[in-house]
């Protein structure tokens, strides 16, 4: 869940109610999967396509990880000898969507402490013991005052728990002071014990077998495309084993058909909150168009592209699309807010304090990540802009390590081939 400070209180446990569905279900195409990173191990590394050498682009990772963990701009902060947090310093609180981002970027980059750190105070301050919510987080903590800006879980919080414990579970084993699938498990089968008491529910709306956006009350009823990651629900039908395998791959692939009618604009951009339809949802705090969220859509694909390549032909179309509006705007000018028809917005969602359209490196980086789709004519303009973009302040002071950075360094690690499926290993 990624929005402004002055929308955190406003973000309730009840929310208007989902409309009626539209648009039509157009089926993903299937592609072998043998030809798959996920399969073959063989993942693109689209910088070295691009001409960088390797060593230069070690580097740039490691200095991308450095500047968003280490750095004087850092938002990783550790706690006494045992914990630490991310923080969304310009909002001033940590947020499951930047503990669980930490999270991934630790086990994929083989970062142990960090990411046990990390969990352990994720489970510490965010995670619910007992009540209707149990074994979920609260989304938001000031961390001046460790006092809860919401009880309620946004659910790609969760999301990206459950498939980065899986994923540690995977690289470290379970063995080495934290059960990693233990607590993936206990995430799951807490969702799967909501029933509606209290007025939670699953992370996913079991009927619609799609991610909530928040899995209470009416905000159960619609969604978020960025929370669409079908390449994470087909790593929890492969590695989590708790008897809903076939469930998670409906979703992943329900997942895709819905980004078809999300994604249907000839720009290729998507409302940052929806109905389950593609429909857009406005909200309390802002009128439907391409916001912050909205620019992880294009990462996700090129994510579910290059593992599981199950809807090849529609995704580098939708690549194609999305890139090509871009250019429309100019690749180092484009703005980070739209509506879907390229249009600006008249109301423009605030940054932190800060209410302005820019071009954000946020939106740069997954907008480059969508050339591991392989658009026609291959171009590899975007992959260039972002190797040529920096982590730094803009020219009127306004700097975003948070949500920029882990952006950028995400996207930097799935052009160099480093986010992978991380299989079991043995210990």
Same mark, same amino acid.
């Given at each position: ?34 030809? =798959?990173?996920?399969?073959? $191990? ?41 914990? =630490? ?14 503990? %669980? ?7 994929? !980059? ?10 352990? &105070? ?33 659910? @790609? ?14 690289? &470290?084993? $379970?063995?080495?002071?934290? $059960? ?14 909501? $029933? ?15 991610? %909530?956006?928040?899995?209470?009350? @009416?905000?159960?009823? &619609?969604?978020?495309? %960025? ?9 929890? =039908?492969?590695? +989590? ?27 290729? !951009? ?24 909205? &620019? ?14 199950? *809807? ?11 890139? *090509? ?34 071009? %954000? ?30 982590? +730094? ?35």
């Amino acid at each position: 869940m990624h929005r402004s400070k002055h929308v955190l209180l406003a973000v309730g446990l009840l929310f208007a109610g989902a409309a009626p569905g539209y648009g039509q279900h157009s089926s993903p195409q299937k592609k072998p999967a043998s030809t =798959a990173a996920a399969y073959t $191990n063989a993942y693109p590394n689209l910088l070295r396509e691009a001409g960088y050498n390797q060593a230069d682009i070690d580097r740039k990772v490691a200095q991308a990880y450095h500047d968003v963990f280490e750095g004087p701009n850092k938002v990783y902060f550790a706690v006494g000898d045992s914990m =630490a947090y991310v923080s969304d310093v310009k909002n001033e609180d940590a947020r499951t969507e930047g503990l %669980s981002y930490g999270m991934m970027v630790a086990v994929q !980059l083989n970062k142990k402490e960090v990411f046990d750190r990390l969990w352990r &105070w994720s489970k510490k301050y965010l995670q619910h013991q007992s009540g209707p919510l149990e074994g979920y987080f609260a989304w938001s903590i000031n961390t001046a005052t460790m006092k809860r800006n919401s009880e309620g879980p946004a659910s @790609d919080g969760e999301l990206y728990f459950v498939t980065s414990l899986l994923f540690a579970a995977n690289r &470290w084993g $379970n063995a080495t002071g934290i $059960n990693y699938y233990q607590e993936a498990r206990r995430i799951l089968d807490a969702s799967w014990k909501k $029933n509606g008491t209290g007025d939670v529910h699953n992370l996913f709306n079991t009927k619609a077998k799609q991610i %909530s956006f928040v899995p209470v009350g @009416d905000m159960y009823n &619609w969604t978020d495309p %960025s929370y669409h990651v079908p390449a994470f629900l087909e790593v929890w =039908a492969t590695y +989590a084993k708790d008897g809903h395998a076939q469930f998670y791959r409906d979703c992943a692939d329900t997942s895709r058909v819905f980004l078809h009618r999300a994604c249907a604009a000839p720009t290729g !951009l998507n409302y940052d909150y929806t109905e389950f339809s593609g429909k857009p949802h406005s909200t309390r705090w802002a009128p439907a168009a391409f916001r912050y969220d909205s &620019w992880r859509v294009p990462m996700n694909i090129a994510m579910d592209y290059v593992w599981f390549g199950k *809807d090849r032909t529609w995704q580098q179309q939708y690549a194609q699309r999305f890139q *090509d509006f871009l250019r429309t705007k100019g690749l180092n000018t484009f703005e980070d807010q739209f509506n879907v028809d390229g249009s600006l917005p008249d109301f423009i969602l605030p940054a932190g304090k800060v209410k302005k359209l820019r071009h %954000s490196l946020g939106l740069v980086a997954t907008s480059a990540s969508a050339s591991l789709m392989r658009p026609a004519p291959p171009q590899l303009d975007f992959v260039h802009a972002l190797w040529n973009a920096k982590l +730094a302040p803009y020219e009127d002071g306004y700097f975003d390590p948070y949500y920029d950075g882990l952006l950028y360094l995400f996207s930097l690690m799935h052009l160099s081939g480093k986010y992978q499926v991380i299989k079991p290993q043995t210990h």
